[in-house]
């Protein structure tokens, strides 16, 4: 694999990863379907997730996830689990496209690239729900939950057809979800202010 080549495939890993950020098996399920199709090809030893047992699997989890996070109390649940599960989701996603590569070099950008990439993406979506529940009361987290899933699906399917369009995408969301959370932390600030003020 010469650089151009890995460079595109990192773009791929990388831009599945960050969709991983958003929800896990979205584009767990992307990939397979891809792989399943024939359009992707994946790493020796992960092509079980272009299996049909894998498959459904991802399937019934992705519609559990996509759901979960329209209950209040599951909601706060997933999002415990949810950066661990996307680190792991993210090295996997990144370390499957990339086919001829040295396994051990694999491995390593998979975590870094594909699980870092993951884990930003994970903590701004954690910051920016925190906003939302602190400046609405939480009213407004499903149509968070909404963004959320459409931008997993969005930039799964971006990451697999136009890898260079994901990567650009997702640095004007991270620039975009930083800039709700910094909000959110300024309005918090400005409250505990008031509120310091108020006290005798």
């Given amino acids: 694999?010469?650089?151009i080549e890995l460079a595109i495939t990192l773009a791929v890993g990388i831009g599945l990863a960050a969709a991983a950020g958003f929800r896990v098996f979205v584009p767990l399920l992307a990939l397979g379907?891809?792989?399943?199709?024939e359009y992707l090809p994946l790493a020796e030893n992960l092509q079980w997730l272009a299996s049909t047992p894998a498959l459904l699997a991802?399937?019934?989890?992705?519609?559990?996830?996509?759901?979960?996070?329209?209950?209040?109390w599951l909601d706060n649940a997933l999002d415990s689990l949810a950066t661990p599960a996307a680190i792991i989701a993210g090295t996997v996603l990144?370390?499957?496209?990339?086919?001829?590569?040295?396994?051990?070099?694999?491995?390593?950008l998979g975590?870094?690239?594909?699980?870092g990439s993951a884990a930003t993406v994970q903590l701004t979506t954690v910051?920016?729900?925190?906003?939302?529940?602190?400046?609405?009361?939480?009213v407004?987290?499903?149509?968070?939950?909404?963004?959320?899933?459409?931008?997993?699906?969005?930039?799964?399917?971006?990451?697999?057809?136009i890898p260079v369009l994901a990567i650009l995408l997702l640095v004007a969301l991270?620039?975009?979800?930083w800039r709700v959370a910094r909000r959110g932390r300024r309005r918090r600030a400005l409250r505990r202010g008031w509120g310091d003020h108020s006290t005798p």
């Fill in 140 to 161: 407004a987290n499903p149509a968070v939950s909404t963004a959320e899933a459409g931008a997993s699906a969005v930039m799964s399917t971006l990451a697999i057809f």
């Fill in 94 to 108: 990144t370390a499957s496209v990339l086919t001829d590569v040295d396994p051990l070099l694999r491995w390593a």
């Fill in 33 to 37: 379907l891809a792989a399943r199709a």
């Fill in 111 to 115: 975590l870094i690239a594909g699980g």
């Fill in 1 to 3: 694999m010469d650089a």
């Fill in 58 to 72: 991802l399937a019934t989890a992705t519609v559990l996830e996509l759901g979960g996070y329209y209950v209040p």
């Fill in 174 to 177: 991270l620039v975009l979800m």
């Fill in 127 to 138: 910051a920016t729900r925190a906003a939302s529940t602190l400046t609405t009361a939480g």
